[in-house]
């Protein structure tokens, strides 16, 4: 077996493929008892020390790891993985990690954006069901969610005690059809004044935008969301297929 080429390039060009094979590493469970040192990470990264250190300061910049002279190189704090590739609520997607629940900061009935109700299938001055949620695992809140519902389902979850419940099971509940399938958008946006403060994130800090419109099993649009998520703490995840051209 030939003897390992050192990383090339610029040192900050090095830094950043060792920063993300490390972030990647974290992310999937390694070192519980902290990191090995530099001289250890510079053999396996082949790389100089110096370019460790960078990488390193680049993973403590985000928060991802502490560094102390006594103390080593810890995780200071690890993400939740957030599937995309199931239609699961946030109750199901973090089933056996702690408690979900939620703070109800508004549920209503509101004139529907013309955008909302196009997308909701709903004619011109028809309402519909506006819920807005600060949804916390265990106490750390995880995300923003202002959700619009088809008024006949709406309403009727409306009813139903929305703290401790995902809407999708509620949806199917009161529906007595299965959700489907769901279009959705990803994006990054910094977290607004309002958001900051409800996430407890620095005002612009990076936040994780899912817009999602679900859909029963009959193909009825009746659940549009947009989701605001601390990306300091989800990684989106999902499994592609490769379709032929």
């Keep these: ?56 300061g680049v993973l403590k910049h985000e928060g991802l790891i502490d560094r102390g002279p006594r103390i080593g190189t810890h995780v200071a704090q690890r993400k939740y993985a957030h599937g995309l590739d199931t239609l699961l609520g946030l109750k199901e997607t973090f089933n056996g990690q702690g408690e979900v629940r939620n703070q109800v900061r508004a549920a209503m009935l509101v004139a529907a954006p ?51 419940n995902d809407l999708f099971a509620l949806i199917e509940q009161v529906s007595g059809q ?12 910094p977290a607004d004044a309002h958001s900051a403060v409800a996430l407890q994130v ?4 990076p936040l994780l935008m899912l817009e999602r419109l679900t859909s029963l099993d009959d193909g009825r649009p009746v659940d549009l969301e947009y989701i605001r998520m601390r990306g300091d703490r989800i990684t989106m995840r999902g499994n592609l297929i490769r379709s032929k051209p």
Excluded: C, K, W
Excluded at 131 to 156: F, K
Excluded at 178 to 189: D, K, V
């Design 1 to 56: 077996m030939a003897d390992p080429v050192p990383i090339q390039g610029a040192r900050a060009d090095r830094a950043r493929r060792v920063a993300d094979v490390l972030r990647q590493q974290i992310h999937a469970g390694a070192y519980p008892d902290g990191l090995p040192n530099e001289s250890e990470l510079a053999t396996e990264f082949s790389a100089s020390r110096n370019t460790v250190r960078e990488a390193l």
């Design 178 to 189: 299965p959700l489907g399938s769901a279009a959705l958008a990803l994006e990054a946006i």
């Design 114 to 164: 013309p955008s909302v109700a196009h997308r909701l299938r709903l004619g011109p001055g028809e309402h519909a069901v506006f819920i807005e949620r600060l949804r916390y695992l265990g106490d750390l809140p995880l995300s923003l969610d202002l959700t619009y519902l088809a008024p006949d389902i709406g309403t009727q979850i409306l009813g139903h005690p929305l703290e401790d």
């Design 202 to 205: 620095p005002n612009g800090a």
